[in-house]
């Protein structure tokens, strides 16, 4: 009867022993290169505690993480531990069974065999209390450490979700930041042409107003020259009129001259003869002093028309490129109000 006690609790202790290496053999090998910090002495109950996972930022992430695998090796050390214990348990056990070998036919003491039979076995019923204990410590530290690696992995899982979260915002800020430089460059070509086209409306109005006023200018010469070549006209028909005149004059001096020479009246005396030529130099005299201020009169009137012709070119021709100056400020102001617009259009995006 002893013996089949022994034995029944020897196959006990075997299928505990069976039950803790199965539940201190999980795997752990995504663990194993974390140390942890919860050192342990003793082989003394195990209190599990359980800790609250938030995600504030990384910072927290990677302490909560590492909280977590110092737990875990925790509890690999409390199992290594607590399967130590139990082989001493099991050496122990062992040494008090072999004091007497069952096969040995001897004589001894009914009395004797009985209190040491009773010692091992409060032995005995101490290991057994004390490895249920055990069993339940390590059930519960298995359980722990279950809930503990999936909320590694989740925990892991929303750090990468979390890495992959920062390389898009990253990768969106870089995208701004380029657009945002290539806005700023054009502000600057924009602000560089609305100067430019600034310095040109500026000189274009300066232009504007010098041409207006060589315009002016030249009109009131215009205007001066066609005063003195009315004037010369007049003069000129007035010599004109004097010279037929002049002509008349000389015909009837001619004619009374052939009379005079022809003898139709009485005979010419020496004195009449001397009156007439006189008179006849001085005709002469006077029409060619008559002649050439004519011919002067006209070269200065030749001279008045071809400056009229010239000036009226040239008043054409600055008319002409006021006009065009004029176009140009005009296109020009519409350019630069154009890139005001747009400008303000960038400034506002």
């Known amino acids: 009867m002893t013996s089949s006690s022994y034995l029944l609790d020897r196959e006990i202790l075997g299928s505990t022993r069976n039950i803790i290496d199965a539940h201190s053999n999980a795997p752990f090998s995504q663990h194993n290169s974390y140390r942890g910090s919860y050192g342990t002495t003793s082989p003394l109950p195990y209190t599990t505690t359980t800790t609250s996972y938030h995600h504030h930022s990384y910072g927290n992430g990677s302490n909560d993480v590492c909280e977590t695998k110092k737990v875990v090796i925790d509890f690999q050390d409390q199992i290594r531990l607590l399967k130590s214990d139990l082989e001493k348990k099991d050496a122990l056990i062992q040494e008090l ?3 007497k070998d069952p096969n040995k036919h001897e004589n001894f003491e009914a009395s004797k065999y009985e209190a040491l039979v009773g010692q091992e076995r409060s032995a005995f019923e101490g290991a057994k209390r004390e490895l249920d204990q055990y069993r339940t410590k390590v059930e519960g530290l298995t359980y722990d450490l279950r809930e503990t690696t999936l909320k590694l992995a989740a925990k892991d899982e929303r750090i990468n979700e979390l890495k992959h979260e920062i390389d898009s915002i990253k990768r969106e800020y870089d995208l701004i930041n380029q657009a945002n430089n290539q806005l700023h460059i054009r502000i600057r070509e924009l602000e560089t042409n609305v100067n430019s086209y600034d310095s040109v409306s500026n000189k274009s109005s300066l232009t504007i107003l010098t041409l207006q006023k060589d315009g002016k200018e030249k009109q009131e010469q215009i205007l001066e020259l066609q005063s003195r070549v009315r004037t010369h006209m007049e003069e000129r028909e007035a010599s ?5 005149a002049l002509q008349k004059k000389l015909q009837e001096l001619f004619s009374q001259l052939k009379i005079t020479v022809t003898g139709d009246f009485a005979q010419p005396t020496p004195a009449s003869f001397d ?3 006189t008179k006849i130099t001085e005709i002469s005299a006077e029409n060619t002093t008559l002649r050439g201020t004519i011919v002067k009169l006209e070269d200065t009137g030749r001279s008045f028309d071809n400056e ?4 009226r070119a040239t008043i054409q021709q600055m008319a002409n490129q006021l006009h065009v100056y004029e176009q140009n400020t005009v296109s020009h102001h519409f350019e630069l109000d154009k890139m005001k617009a ?5 400034l506002s995006e």
């Open 275 to 277: 009156i007439l030529i």
């Open 342 to 346: 747009e400008r303000d259009t960038a």
């Open 308 to 311: 009229t012709k010239a000036n």
């Open 97 to 99: 069974t072999s004091i």
């Open 240 to 244: 004109e009129r004097k010279t037929e």
